[in-house]
Protein backbone atom coordinates (compact mmCIF):
# COMPACT_ATOMS: atom_id res chain seq x y z
CA UNK A 1 0.00 0.00 0.00
CA UNK A 2 1.66 3.80 -0.49
CA UNK A 3 0.46 4.53 2.38
CA UNK A 4 -1.76 7.47 3.68
CA UNK A 5 -2.10 9.88 0.43
CA UNK A 6 -2.96 13.81 1.08
CA UNK A 7 -3.16 16.22 -2.22
CA UNK A 8 -2.44 18.88 -2.18
CA UNK A 9 0.85 19.01 -0.68
CA UNK A 10 1.43 22.74 -0.88
CA UNK A 11 -1.61 25.08 -1.37
CA UNK A 12 -1.62 28.96 -1.03
CA UNK A 13 -4.84 30.42 -1.58
CA UNK A 14 -6.43 34.27 -0.80
CA UNK A 15 -8.04 35.37 2.71
CA UNK A 16 -12.26 34.20 2.07
CA UNK A 17 -11.18 31.72 -0.95
CA UNK A 18 -13.03 28.37 -0.36
CA UNK A 19 -10.02 25.49 0.38
CA UNK A 20 -10.78 21.58 -0.13
CA UNK A 21 -7.74 19.55 1.10
CA UNK A 22 -8.06 15.62 0.34
CA UNK A 23 -7.24 12.46 1.77
CA UNK A 24 -7.05 8.90 0.85
CA UNK A 25 -6.64 6.60 3.88
CA UNK A 26 -5.18 3.23 3.39
CA UNK A 27 -7.13 0.53 2.46
CA UNK A 28 -8.68 -1.53 5.23
CA UNK A 29 -8.56 1.07 7.43
CA UNK A 30 -11.42 1.93 9.40
CA UNK A 31 -10.70 4.85 11.41
CA UNK A 32 -9.93 8.23 9.77
CA UNK A 33 -8.53 11.61 11.62
CA UNK A 34 -7.82 15.08 10.54
CA UNK A 35 -5.25 17.27 12.25
CA UNK A 36 -4.29 20.40 11.94
CA UNK A 37 -0.20 21.04 13.59
CA UNK A 38 1.05 25.02 14.31
CA UNK A 39 3.86 25.77 16.03
CA UNK A 40 1.70 27.86 19.16
CA UNK A 41 -0.61 24.69 19.26
CA UNK A 42 0.95 21.47 18.35
CA UNK A 43 -1.59 18.36 16.79
CA UNK A 44 -4.68 19.21 17.17
CA UNK A 45 -7.18 16.86 16.42
CA UNK A 46 -10.03 18.64 14.49
CA UNK A 47 -12.23 15.60 13.35
CA UNK A 48 -12.70 11.51 13.45
CA UNK A 49 -14.42 9.09 11.27
CA UNK A 50 -14.98 5.57 11.86
CA UNK A 51 -16.58 3.38 8.88
CA UNK A 52 -17.35 6.56 6.80
CA UNK A 53 -19.01 7.79 10.40
CA UNK A 54 -18.44 10.92 12.30
CA UNK A 55 -17.74 10.15 15.37
CA UNK A 56 -16.45 13.70 16.88
CA UNK A 57 -15.96 16.92 15.48
CA UNK A 58 -15.98 18.93 18.88
CA UNK A 59 -12.60 20.18 17.12
CA UNK A 60 -13.38 22.01 14.30
CA UNK A 61 -12.50 25.21 14.88
CA UNK A 62 -15.85 27.18 13.75
CA UNK A 63 -18.68 26.50 11.08
CA UNK A 64 -16.15 27.61 8.53
CA UNK A 65 -14.61 24.47 8.76
CA UNK A 66 -16.48 20.66 7.49
CA UNK A 67 -15.19 17.17 6.33
CA UNK A 68 -16.60 14.56 4.48
CA UNK A 69 -16.12 10.99 4.26
CA UNK A 70 -18.63 9.83 0.78
CA UNK A 71 -16.69 6.33 1.28
CA UNK A 72 -13.88 4.05 2.30
CA UNK A 73 -11.00 5.46 0.47
CA UNK A 74 -11.65 9.08 0.51
CA UNK A 75 -12.28 11.72 2.65
CA UNK A 76 -12.11 16.40 2.70
CA UNK A 77 -11.75 19.32 4.70
CA UNK A 78 -13.11 22.04 3.53
CA UNK A 79 -13.19 25.37 4.80
CA UNK A 80 -15.08 28.16 3.69
CA UNK A 81 -14.35 31.34 3.25
CA UNK A 82 -10.76 31.00 4.58
CA UNK A 83 -8.47 33.36 7.26
CA UNK A 84 -4.90 34.22 7.88
CA UNK A 85 -5.48 32.15 10.53
CA UNK A 86 -5.55 28.89 9.18
CA UNK A 87 -2.79 28.90 7.80
CA UNK A 88 -1.28 25.50 9.08
CA UNK A 89 -0.07 21.85 8.49
CA UNK A 90 -3.05 19.40 8.02
CA UNK A 91 -2.51 15.75 8.59
CA UNK A 92 -4.56 13.16 7.85
CA UNK A 93 -4.51 9.66 9.51
CA UNK A 94 -5.76 6.66 9.43
CA UNK A 95 -5.73 3.13 11.56
CA UNK A 96 -7.40 -0.28 11.73
CA UNK A 97 -9.36 -1.05 14.89
CA UNK A 98 -8.30 0.59 17.71
CA UNK A 99 -5.16 -2.23 18.60
CA UNK A 100 -3.22 -1.09 15.44
CA UNK A 101 -0.94 1.72 14.71
CA UNK A 102 -1.95 4.63 12.90
CA UNK A 103 -0.58 5.82 9.90
CA UNK A 104 0.38 9.72 8.86
CA UNK A 105 0.00 11.33 5.60
CA UNK A 106 2.42 13.76 4.80
CA UNK A 107 0.16 16.78 5.44
CA UNK A 108 -0.75 19.73 3.33
CA UNK A 109 0.87 23.12 3.95
CA UNK A 110 -2.00 25.66 3.94
CA UNK A 111 -0.99 29.15 3.83
CA UNK A 112 -3.69 31.97 3.53
CA UNK A 113 -2.84 35.20 2.31
CA UNK B 1 -10.17 16.22 28.57
CA UNK B 2 -7.21 13.82 28.03
CA UNK B 3 -4.03 15.88 28.84
CA UNK B 4 -0.80 14.79 27.31
CA UNK B 5 2.29 16.40 28.50
CA UNK B 6 5.96 15.26 27.37
CA UNK B 7 9.17 16.78 29.47
CA UNK B 8 11.58 17.85 28.33
CA UNK B 9 10.39 20.05 25.42
CA UNK B 10 14.00 20.14 24.14
CA UNK B 11 16.76 17.79 24.95
CA UNK B 12 20.28 18.28 23.51
CA UNK B 13 22.93 15.21 23.92
CA UNK B 14 26.44 14.19 22.63
CA UNK B 15 26.43 11.44 19.92
CA UNK B 16 26.77 7.98 22.53
CA UNK B 17 24.41 8.96 25.00
CA UNK B 18 21.66 7.38 26.54
CA UNK B 19 18.28 9.19 26.86
CA UNK B 20 14.66 8.73 28.19
CA UNK B 21 11.81 10.91 26.90
CA UNK B 22 8.32 11.31 28.91
CA UNK B 23 4.93 11.33 28.25
CA UNK B 24 2.43 11.66 30.96
CA UNK B 25 -1.52 11.69 30.45
CA UNK B 26 -4.68 12.61 33.27
CA UNK B 27 -6.70 9.81 32.12
CA UNK B 28 -5.58 6.10 32.69
CA UNK B 29 -8.57 4.89 30.59
CA UNK B 30 -6.61 4.41 27.48
CA UNK B 31 -6.40 1.32 25.42
CA UNK B 32 -2.76 2.15 23.95
CA UNK B 33 0.00 4.66 23.30
CA UNK B 34 2.01 5.25 20.33
CA UNK B 35 5.60 6.96 20.00
CA UNK B 36 6.46 8.82 16.83
CA UNK B 37 9.21 11.16 15.12
CA UNK B 38 8.65 14.06 12.90
CA UNK B 39 11.63 15.04 11.01
CA UNK B 40 11.27 19.18 10.00
CA UNK B 41 8.74 19.48 7.60
CA UNK B 42 7.91 15.86 7.49
CA UNK B 43 4.61 13.95 8.44
CA UNK B 44 5.20 11.70 11.70
CA UNK B 45 6.39 8.42 11.33
CA UNK B 46 5.80 5.70 13.39
CA UNK B 47 7.97 4.08 15.93
CA UNK B 48 6.33 2.07 18.54
CA UNK B 49 2.59 1.14 19.40
CA UNK B 50 2.19 -0.10 23.42
CA UNK B 51 -1.00 -1.85 23.73
CA UNK B 52 -2.66 -1.47 27.31
CA UNK B 53 -2.06 -4.91 27.93
CA UNK B 54 1.64 -4.64 27.42
CA UNK B 55 3.96 -2.48 29.42
CA UNK B 56 6.83 -2.68 27.33
CA UNK B 57 7.55 -2.34 23.58
CA UNK B 58 11.32 -2.93 21.66
CA UNK B 59 11.98 -2.07 18.40
CA UNK B 60 16.14 -1.44 17.78
CA UNK B 61 17.19 0.38 19.65
CA UNK B 62 14.05 2.18 20.70
CA UNK B 63 12.36 0.88 23.98
CA UNK B 64 9.05 2.29 25.25
CA UNK B 65 7.66 1.42 28.24
CA UNK B 66 3.89 2.11 29.38
CA UNK B 67 2.14 2.69 33.02
CA UNK B 68 -1.33 3.41 32.83
CA UNK B 69 -1.89 3.28 36.83
CA UNK B 70 0.35 6.03 37.02
CA UNK B 71 -0.52 7.89 33.68
CA UNK B 72 2.84 7.20 31.98
CA UNK B 73 5.23 6.37 29.44
CA UNK B 74 8.96 6.48 28.69
CA UNK B 75 10.72 6.22 25.40
CA UNK B 76 14.46 5.12 26.12
CA UNK B 77 16.77 5.67 23.05
CA UNK B 78 20.08 3.87 23.52
CA UNK B 79 23.49 5.03 21.71
CA UNK B 80 21.93 7.95 20.24
CA UNK B 81 23.17 8.81 16.96
CA UNK B 82 22.88 12.20 15.04
CA UNK B 83 20.17 10.62 12.77
CA UNK B 84 17.91 10.54 15.90
CA UNK B 85 17.52 14.15 15.65
CA UNK B 86 13.39 14.73 15.32
CA UNK B 87 10.97 15.77 17.46
CA UNK B 88 9.10 13.00 19.02
CA UNK B 89 5.39 12.70 19.73
CA UNK B 90 3.51 10.43 22.44
CA UNK B 91 -0.19 9.88 21.52
CA UNK B 92 -2.98 8.69 23.66
CA UNK B 93 -5.47 6.34 21.95
CA UNK B 94 -9.04 5.69 23.28
CA UNK B 95 -11.11 5.46 19.93
CA UNK B 96 -9.44 9.09 19.21
CA UNK B 97 -5.72 9.80 19.25
CA UNK B 98 -4.34 12.90 21.44
CA UNK B 99 -0.98 14.06 21.32
CA UNK B 100 1.73 15.89 23.36
CA UNK B 101 3.66 19.08 22.72
CA UNK B 102 6.54 16.82 21.10
CA UNK B 103 10.03 16.68 22.82
CA UNK B 104 12.49 18.12 19.75
CA UNK B 105 15.99 16.01 20.36
CA UNK B 106 18.91 16.95 18.89
CA UNK B 107 22.20 14.43 18.90
CA UNK B 108 25.60 16.43 18.58
CA UNK B 109 28.18 14.29 16.41
Known amino acids: DAGVIQSPRHEVTEMGQEVTLRCKPISGHDYLFWYRQTMMRGLELLIYFNNNVPIDDSGMPEDRFSAKMPNASFSTLKIQPSEPRDSAVYFC???????????FGQGTRLTVV | KQEVTQIPAALSVPEGENLVLNCSFTDSAIYNLQWFRQDPGKGLTSLLL?????REQTSGRLNASLDKSSGRSTLYIAASQPGDSATYLCAVIVYDMRFGAGTRLTVKP
Open chain 2, 50 to 54: IQSSQ
Open chain 1, 93 to 103: ASRQGTNTEAF
